[in-house]
């Protein structure tokens, strides 16, 4: 019986890729190229350009994009800067304009004050006739009326203007103004008059706003008065109270 042939099993070598199959491929087709292989190395070729052409727009494009926002940080700072410098500025203005306000306001009442002052001694006649001729000598400094007669005679009879008198002595303007009050209603032939003090627009807006204060008050039987240039002075029996503003006085009418 012949010996049997023994057979030698070679174990397959095992393939390590490391990245260099491809490349030696890609080395070979170059080096040995057919139609084929050139066409499909110009298309790699060709989309290399076209990537390497879009890739640097994108990175100009990104560039630019860099630029416009370095641009804008730059004038925001700007803006933060100038912001923070006008904010300072208005401040210094808003300052000044307090300034200037409270300084307004002490030379208003300064203003007001004098023109007060320089009326001490008048008195505001309301409803005397107009060209009315007194049997004894008036003795005043001088007086007028306010306001144009116009050419309609039958609103002059109707509704004279009124006068300002200006009273030589103080102390008699006073006594004017105290028996007007106790004789009321004052009577001059058949024409009733009223007489009061001659303050400033700006005093008789203050007392105004005393108004329905004083009627509640008078309702409720209490004396009411002014004290200049405009405090509410409430007597209830021997009792006098004196107020500053409207609120308080109304604060008090409200409680009675």
């Known amino acids: ?19 260099t199959h491809e490349s030696n491929m890609l080395a070979e087709l170059a080096a040995n190229p057919s139609t084929e292989t050139a066409a499909v190395l110009a298309a790699i070729g ?43 500025r208005l401040s ?3 300052q000044q304009v307090k300034r200037l306000e409270d300084a307004n306001k002490a030379l208003l009442e300064k203003v007001i004050d004098l023109e007060a002052r320089s009326r001490r001694q008048n008195i505001k006649i309301v409803g005397l006739p107009e060209n009315r001729n007194f049997s004894k000598p008036v003795e005043v ?18 509704k004279p203007r009124v006068m300002i008198a200006k009273i030589h002595s103080y102390r008699v303007k006073d006594s004017i103004i105290k028996m007007s009050m106790e004789r009321s209603p004052l009577m ?34 209490l004396r009411t008065g002014f004290i200049y240039p405009a405090r509410l002075r409430v007597t209830r029996g021997n009792e006098t109270s004196t107020f ?13």
Do not use: C, W
């Open 92 to 94: 210094a203005v808003e």
């Open 46 to 88: 060709e989309m290399s350009q076209k990537m390497d052409v879009r890739f640097n727009s994108l990175d100009a494009t990104l560039k630019a994009n860099q630029a416009t926002l370095d641009e804008h940080e730059t004038r925001l700072s700007d803006v933060e800067h100038a912001s923070s410098a006008h904010d300072g």
């Open 1 to 19: 019986m012949p010996p049997k042939k023994q057979v030698s099993m070679k174990k397959p070598t095992e393939e390590i890729d490391d990245g």
């Open 141 to 158: 400094d001088r007086a007028h009326r306010l306001g144009s007669l116009g050419s309609a005679t039958a609103t002059a009879a109707n």
């Open 188 to 221: 001059y032939q058949g024409h009733r008059i009223h007489i009061f003090p001659d303050f400033p627009a700006e005093i008789m807006k203050r007392r105004q706003l005393f108004e329905d204060t004083r009627r509640k008050l008078k309702a409720a039987g």
């Open 244 to 256: 500053n503003t409207p609120e308080e006085a109304k604060f008090f009418a409200d409680n009675l």
